[in-house]
C-alpha cells in the first residue's frame, strides 16, 4: 500500500506562495506611494472618461473623408519604416549570434549597439528626426525603421541561435565560406521565423505610427491630435474607430500569412 509522502509545514500551509504574494503587494504598496499614485483621485474622476466615451459615441461621419489619406499615409511609413529596419537588422543579428561569429569581442559590441538602439524611446527618436528632417512622413519613418531595427535585430540573433549546427558544421567541413554558410544552412532554417517578426513588427510599428503623429511625424497620429486638441470627440471617435479597423484587418492578415508559413 502506498504511503502519502509528508509535507513540511510550508509546504502544507503554502507558505512560500503566502511569502512571494505578500512580499509582492508590500512592494506594489511602497512603489505607490514613492510614486504619489493616488488611487482615491482616480476612482473619483472615473467618470470623466464616461462622459468623453459618451461624446464620442455620435461619431462625425462625414470627418471620414478628411482621414482616409492620413490612413494610408500611416500605413504606408510603418511599412517603409519596418522594411528598411529590417534591411539594416538582419547583417547585425548575423554578426551578434554566438555560433556564427566565435569572436566575443566582436559579438559583444555589436550587442552593445543594439542595446543602446533599443534604450531610445519611440517619442525620443521622432523628436530628433523631425529636428533633423523636419515636420512630415519622412520623420516618423525614420522613427520607425529605427526602432524596428533595435527590436527586429535581437529577435533575429536570438532566432539564429536556434538553429541546427549540423548543416554549418557539414558546410564549413566540406571547405564553404562564412558566407555560403550563412546563404546555404542558416537562411534557409530562420527564413519562416524572419518573416513572422517581420509582421509582428510591422502590426506594432502601424500603432506606434498613430501616436508619433503628435510630435509632428505624420500619419493620422496628427489629425487625432488636432481633433482632441480642439475638444471635437466627434471626430475623435471616428478616428479610433478607423484605427480600429485597419488594426484588426492588418493583424488577421498577418496571422493567415504566419499560418501559411508553418
Do not use: C
Not at 12 to 33: P, T
Not at 116 to 141: E, K, N, Q, S, Y
Not at 200 to 214: D, H, K, M, Q
Amino acid at each position: 500500500m502506498n504511503e502519502v509522502p509528508n509535507r513540511s509545514l510550508a509546504q502544507k500551509f503554502h507558505l512560500k506562495a503566502i511569502f512571494w504574494w505578500g512580499l509582492f503587494l508590500v512592494l506594489l504598496g511602497a512603489s505607490s506611494v514613492m510614486t504619489g499614485v493616488n488611487w482615491g483621485e482616480f476612482f473619483t474622476n472615473l467618470n470623466q472618461f464616461f462622459v468623453l466615451v459618451n461624446q464620442m459615441a455620435d461619431p462625425a461621419w462625414d470627418y471620414l473623408n478628411i482621414i482616409w489619406q492620413p490612413l494610408l499615409e500611416t500605413i504606408q511609413m510603418a511599412l517603409i519604416g519596418t522594411t528598411l529596419g529590417t534591411l539594416i537588422a538582419v547583417p547585425f543579428a548575423i554578426l551578434a549570434a554566438r555560433n556564427i561569429v566565435k569572436n566575443a569581442w566582436v559579438r559583444g559590441f555589436i550587442r552593445l549597439v543594439l542595446n543602446l538602439v533599443r534604450t531610445l524611446p519611440d517619442l525620443l527618436l521622432a523628436a530628433l528626426f523631425v529636428a533633423i528632417v523636419g515636420i512630415g512622413p519622412t520623420a516618423g519613418v525614420w522613427t520607425l525603421a529605427v526602432f524596428s531595427f533595435g527590436m527586429i535585430s535581437k529577435l533575429f540573433y536570438e532566432a539564429i541561435e536556434t538553429i541546427d549546427d549540423g548543416p554549418l558544421e557539414a558546410l564549413r567541413a566540406a571547405g564553404a565560406n562564412q558566407f555560403q554558410v550563412i546563404i546555404f544552412a542558416v537562411i534557409p532554417q530562420v527564413l519562416n521565423h524572419f518573416i513572422s517578426y517581420f509582421l509582428y513588427t510591422f502590426e506594432i510599428n502601424v500603432r506606434a505610427s498613430t501616436i508619433l503623429g503628435y510630435l509632428g511625424a505624420g500619419g493620422i497620429g496628427v489629425y487625432l491630435q488636432r481633433s482632441l486638441s480642439a475638444f471635437k470627440y466627434d471626430q475623435t471617435g471616428v478616428i479610433v474607430i478607423v484605427i480600429f479597423g485597419a488594426v484588426i484587418i492588418i493583424d488577421a492578415f498577418s496571422n493567415y500569412l504566419r499560418e501559411k508559413l508553418v
